[in-house]
């Protein structure tokens, strides 16, 4: 597997590639760095020090690919499968979407977040990403996610069978999702209600603003020009109006049923 292989597999629009491909060389132990544990933060600062604003992120964004071919190679000294690895780099193109639904152009701004998937910390399986930490497994819900409960419960069965020394680990989630107030916003029938059912809250950051990330897609709308084209964003627009909150709720899961 080369560069352009690997964004071949990962369905990178052209003008992505171009520009992926284009980058200039950098330090190998860097590279390396964002794949090994531990390392991944500081490999991401050092490198982001020799990205051009102009870029966009695509430059660093090259950089992580040309790291997930040496991912690529842990993968297969560790006997995972291929799928599992196109599956959890396929953070990249997604991140690369989103930007462009976010701001109208390519680029690629989570490169703070994206070493885990090259470290071997952070894997997505089925609709689920799962990141492994010290005794415990944060569960991650990517923005393309099918959220029912069948596909959930597949995801994390599919999970535990590919790591059974982790399968009695307890696992949270840390989200927008499990938000108290959507109960409120949302009715019988909601994915996102019954999600929310599988877990048990253990708190409510009602102050957290993520949440405008993952619903309208940025963080910096003031909230009377929020868009209203979808029932959860017109209901959540008008709570916020009146002053409500949403925020964030950490809570671990029950089950999948």
Request: with cysteine; hydrophobic share 40%; net charge negative.
């Amino acid at each position: 597997m080369d560069l352009n292989n690997l964004c071949e597999m990962l369905c990178l629009p052209g003008q992505v590639r171009e520009a992926v491909l284009a980058a200039r060389e950098v330090p190998g132990d860097l590279l390396a760095d964002l794949t090994r544990r531990g390392r991944g933060q500081g490999a991401y600062e050092k490198l982001k020090a020799l990205c051009t604003p102009e870029n966009r992120g695509l430059d660093m964004l090259a950089f992580m690919l040309r790291a997930a071919l040496l991912t690529w190679e842990n993968y297969q000294r560790a006997g995972l499968p291929r799928q599992l690895f196109l599956d959890t780099m396929g953070c990249f193109p997604r991140f690369v979407g989103e930007h462009l639904a976010s701001f109208g152009c390519y680029g690629f701004d989570r490169g703070f977040w994206a070493h885990r998937q090259l470290s071997m910390v952070l894997f997505r399986v089925g609709e689920l990403e799962y990141e492994l930490l010290d005794g415990e497994i944060s569960m991650h819900i990517p923005s393309d996610a099918r959220l029912d409960i069948p596909a959930c419960a597949d995801s994390l069965a599919r999970f535990r069978q590919m790591l059974p020394d982790r399968a009695e680990d307890p696992i949270y989630v840390e989200s927008w999702l499990l938000s108290p107030a959507l109960r409120e916003l949302l009715g019988e029938g909601s994915r996102i209600l019954a999600f929310q059912h599988c877990f048990t809250c253990e708190s409510w950051n009602r102050e957290g603003s993520d949440f405008l990330q993952w619903v309208y897609g940025r963080t910096d709308i003031p909230f009377d020009r929020l868009p209203e084209d979808t029932t959860l964003r017109r209901r959540m627009k008008q709570h916020l109006l009146k002053g409500g909150k949403i925020g964030e709720a950490k809570g671990w899961l029950i089950d999948f049923v």
